[in-house]
Every structure is written in structure tokens, then in C-alpha cells.
Nanobody, 114 residues
Framework: QAQLKESGGGLVQPGGSLKLACQAPESIFRSDSMGWYRQAPGKERELVATIMWRGSTNYANSVKGRFTISREKAKNMVFLQMNSLKPEDTAIYYC????????WGQGTQVTVSS
């Protein structure tokens, strides 16, 4: 059973925007880092962005300048703002908490197509 729950995926045209959200239990939200990963059909799962507990962030080169990871500690939530979306961003997006243990969400589909 997934401990993390993603939402916000959907169908968007190229150049559009979406904001993904990940809800975590407080104990998991306090992991060393939270991140977003994605897996396109026929491809390996890849890192999109991470945010450390102290706030530092890291992005895949392919999304730098277009995606922003953030979190709201009061709500135990992590977000991924995705702008200037491209067809190659189409994938299932997963939320992950990394620390003593790793936890994954069930994923949310993002489709970028005209």
C-alpha cells in the first residue's frame, strides 16, 4: 500500500502547465529528502527533482528552468510546478521519500499532447 499520494496529473497541450501534489504522513514527510521521479513507456524511471529537508533542491537537466519543486511543511505536502511542458515530459510521475526507508506513491499520469 502506497504511503504517499500524488494528485494533479492530466492531459495538457505543449507549452502548458500542471502542478502536481504529493501528500505524505508527517513521519514520512520528515525524511531526508522528498522527490519527484517519472517513468515514460519503455523507459527507466528517472529523477525529476528533489528537495532536501533543509531546503536545497536538485533538478534533472531536462527540466531545469521549467519545473520547480517546493513543499508546505504545515500540510506535509510536496509540489512540482511544471511549466512549458513538452511531449517528452509525458510519463507517470511518482513521489518518493528517501531516508532511513524509501517510500513511493502510486503515481499520477501526465500527458502532454496537442
Amino acid at each position: 500500500q502506497a504511503q504517499l499520494k500524488e494528485s494533479g496529473g492530466g492531459l495538457v497541450q505543449p507549452g502548458g502547465s500542471l502542478k502536481l501534489a504529493c501528500q505524505a504522513p508527517e513521519s514520512i514527510f520528515r525524511s531526508d529528502s522528498m522527490g519527484w521521479y517519472r517513468q515514460a513507456p519503455g523507459k527507466e524511471r528517472e529523477l525529476v527533482a528533489t528537495i532536501m529537508w533543509r531546503g536545497s533542491t536538485n533538478y534533472a537537466n531536462s527540466v531545469k528552468g521549467r519545473f520547480t519543486i517546493s513543499r508546505e511543511k504545515a500540510k506535509n505536502m510536496v509540489f512540482l510546478q511544471m511549466n512549458s511542458l513538452k511531449p517528452e515530459d509525458t510519463a507517470i510521475y511518482y513521489c518518493k521519500a528517501s531516508g532511513k526507508n524509501d517510500y513511493w506513491g502510486q503515481g499520477t499520469q501526465v500527458t502532454v499532447s496537442s
